[in-house]
């Protein structure tokens, strides 16, 4: 009964472990991010969009990957100019939001020398 029981643990956390270890796999990764890049493309709304960055991924408590988008804002009284979204992409409910960022600043960062 004993043994029945460890190898039942056992078992249980090698199973967990495995479903961990697969999650997080680089190709895991690469999908997340292929599946992050289209969402959010799509829910910015701007012309030419793409993604001016690397996906950026929240602890799994907050559940968000964020993400720059940028493109050409596709409203006549835009006048074409390019814009920039911050995307947030909820990996439970798989959906993106957005919200303008043109103020986000790219610049360099820092190194020290």
């Known amino acids: 009964m004993r043994r029945l029981l ?29 599946e992050v890049a289209a969402a959010c493309v799509k829910a910015s709304g701007l012309k030419n969009a793409k993604p001016a960055g690397q996906p950026m991924a929240y602890d799994d408590s907050v559940g968000l990957t964020a993400l720059l988008v940028a493109g050409r804002y ?27 960022a043109d103020q986000i600043t790219l610049a360099p960062v820092a190194t020290k020398k």
């Open 6 to 34: 460890l190898n039942t643990i056992f078992l249980s956390t090698l199973a967990l472990a495995a479903g961990a270890a697969q999650a997080s796999s680089p190709d895991a990764w690469s999908a997340h991010d292929k």
């Open 74 to 100: 596709p409203q006549a009284h835009m006048k074409n100019r390019p814009g920039r979204v911050l995307c947030l992409f909820d990996r439970k409910k798989r959906e993106a939001v957005v919200t303008e």
